[in-house]
């Protein structure tokens, strides 16, 4: 069966962030073409890590741009890179004001042919006479990586304003080996799921549309899938935040091979970030849900459900976690955003897996919004209460110093890159400056996955100038995929 890697953005036209999710367990490296490895743009056997810079400048300003970054031995190397814009014969459609050009992305084997390849939203592309209505690129993976042959997707439901592209994620909903793409559209508060296989001109098989029981216009959307009920169909997890200070819902929608298509079994804690994957082992993935935003809980609580063939939550009993939780390092204070980005992936090669959170909120004593990182480690019962770990940039081995503002852990996402089956953790720190200057351009980090936890031995981080873009160009890192 097909096994997801993907993520999603939180969107609005304003456009906010969220988290990620990643599958675990991964191929050993190789040489290899058409590998079927998920995450591997150019079939060498390493994963790759996309990067989206919604905010970023191409011609216009928040046109946007993604710089891939390909995988080695030795983890993401800035030098082996691809930068993906609107501009240039290759890419369909115009750079234009306001596009936010990789403000989503999802990652998969969308045409079938063994290389992942990767499909890049544009929330706020402009198709008369419908203003934000979206739009999806799909970049087709091959010996060569990314870059080479692109198709650009529209919005089957066509609306203004639906920011159609700002949050993706692929999953098989329907059992059938092929990957589907799931898209979460604005202001009609739907998902449009796109059945797969694609053809390379950007058809897809069919398209059905998940009407959400809550509708709300101009909706933060969230939409993250795995296989949560452990039948041969991947599930779906979407959620939406209603406005700034608005509402938060959740469901998880049960994929059928029947053909039955995608059908609402559960409402989930409110919240507005999620990722899935198999925590405690036991075959089922569990769903992490996060309320970074304290309607739940002082700084912010990430609640567990744990996977079972009935859904989620009907088997083991769920998990409210919060900075004051029993192993969770760390205390919970006001405006922490304790989960405003979750991933989870075998960091330590047990077979579990463990979940990163991001707190960009974190005050490191007098830095406000300085950030942090905790990785809660995977066990037999659940999430364990021992072994957790606490990263910052004051943090011995990683790269940088912490200051205020910097918001490192914006974005996390867990993914072997280097080939040794246990995840790495990419995070991002959106406020980062360069040294000697005042321009928040944001940064990327890469630690290592060890059978003890992350590690900061050859950890390394870059900013857009490393790919050869100004430093000017912010919300380097707001999405990563991979």
Partial sequence: MYRRISLALATTAALTLTGGLVAVGTAAPAAAVGNGLQGDFNGDGYRDVAIGVPGGTDTQWEAGWVGVVYGTSAGIDPAKRKILTQSGSVNPGAPEGSDKFGGGLSVADFDGDGYSDLAVGAPGETYSPNSYQGSVTLYWGGPSGLGSSAVMVKDPVAKDGNSFGGALTAGDFDGDGHADLAAFNSLTSTVSVLKGPF???????????????????????????????????????????????????????????????????????????????????DGYDDIAVADSYETTALGGAVTVLYGASAGPGTGRASTVLTQDSPGVPGASESGDKFGASLSLGDVTGDGRADLAVGLPGENLGSLSDAGSIVLLRGSATGIATSGNQSLTQNTSGVPGTAESGDKFGSYVLLSDIDGNRKADLTAAAIGEAPAGTSVRSGAVWRLRGASTGLTSTSAKSFGPHELGRAWDDQSFGQVLGG
Avoid at 235 to 241: G, P
Avoid at 256 to 279: F, R, Y
Wanted: avoid cysteine; hydrophobic fraction near 35%; charged fraction near 15%.
């Fill in 199 to 281: 053809a390379r001109t950007g058809a897809w098989s069919s398209a059905a549309t998940v009407t959400l029981p809550e509708p709300s216009q101009y909706a933060a959307g969230f939409v993250s899938s795995g296989n949560v009920s452990g039948d041969a169909a991947d599930d779906l997890v979407v959620q939406y935040r209603a406005g700034r200070g608005g509402t938060e819902r959740a469901w998880y929608f049960e994929g059928s091979a029947s053909g039955a298509g995608l059908v609402q079994k559960a409402v989930l804690p409110n919240s507005h970030t999620s990722a899935v994957g198999d925590i405690d082992g």
